[in-house]
């Protein structure tokens, strides 16, 4: 396919779900994310990040089971990746919990183990911009309220884990939760706003 036909497409695509956000189905994540899908595989997620749909005291750092890209279409994104290190290396203290991906999520195991994490690398992610990201990468996402960004991945398994991390000391912040019809309203405003002074 050509590559200029298919941006082109995948424009149009998120222009619509900003215009007309109730004619599609939405779902929240408590790190700070209204999403839906662009693809009936699944494998092409748009994402819209607000502060709105941030959960008191979540836990944002995380993993994923699989390597994606993620490109940004409107705001900006800042991607911070952080390496596990020997507690003697000075990173600060995390706890890492395990969770099952997909409708199987029953929350985190018992008991989750002590890691040391540094920051490593911190990108700005622009619209227009991509990075990949290698699976089981530990990272966490700074954004501006309207940013807009669309995830590809190959389809996870239904075995598939992630990690989610937690300063020691702390309580595990869930990310679930439920969705308006405001929240929807107000995000994709925000986001299509910031659309259309890129793409416009």
Not at 42 to 47: C, E, F, G, M
Not at 52 to 65: K, Q
């Amino acid at each position: 396919m050509n590559p200029h036909i298919a941006h082109r497409d995948r424009l149009q695509a998120i222009r619509r779900r900003l215009e007309q956000p109730l004619d599609f189905p939405w779902h929240a994540h408590g790190i700070g994310m209204l999403r839906t899908y662009l693809d009936e595989a699944k494998t092409q997620r748009l994402n819209l990040w607000h502060q709105r749909m941030l959960n008191p005291g979540i836990s944002t750092m995380h993993t994923h089971p699989r390597p994606f890209v993620s490109t940004a279409y409107a705001g900006l994104m800042t991607n911070k990746i952080y390496r596990r290190v020997d507690a003697r290396a000075g990173g600060k203290a995390y706890r890492e919990g395990i969770i099952h991906c997909g409708p199987c999520f029953k929350g985190i195991e018992n008991d989750p183990p002590l890691v040391h994490l540094l920051l490593v690398l911190k990108t700005d992610v622009h619209p227009g911009e991509s990075y990949r990201q290698p699976s089981r990468v530990i990272h966490d996402t700074a954004f501006e309220d309207g940013t807009a960004t669309v995830m590809e991945w190959d389809r996870f398994l239904p075995d598939e884990c992630a990690s989610v991390l937690w300063p020691d000391g702390e309580s595990w912040g869930d990310a679930t939760r439920d969705i308006t019809v405001e929240d929807i309203t107000v995000v994709c405003a925000a986001a299509l706003e910031r659309f259309n002074a890129v793409w416009s």
